[in-house]
């Protein structure tokens, strides 16, 4: 797996790895965030805030939904 998450007490700590690890370089240089925090900060307040968890992207100029995968999502 590429996310080993570790708990302790209040504290999570993310061991992130493989092409995750690549990924999340290349959107924090693509969007020019300033760190790793700033990133998962934006990332999580976008979830947060959609109100009926929908979010869409432009694939060719059309709009597509986007959703995560459904292993990634509890039953």
Do not use: C, Y
Not at 7 to 27: A, C, F, H, S, Y
């Amino acid at each position: 797996m590429a996310v080993i998450p570790t708990r302790q007490d209040t504290k999570l700590i993310l061991e992130i790895n493989n092409g995750d690890l690549t990924k999340m370089e290349e959107v924090i240089e693509k969007w020019h965030f300033k760190d790793f925090q700033s990133f998962l900060r934006f990332s999580t307040s976008i979830l947060l805030e959609t109100e009926d968890r929908t979010l869409w992207m432009k694939e060719k100029g059309e709009p597509i939904r986007i959703e995560p995968a459904k292993h990634s999502i509890k039953d």
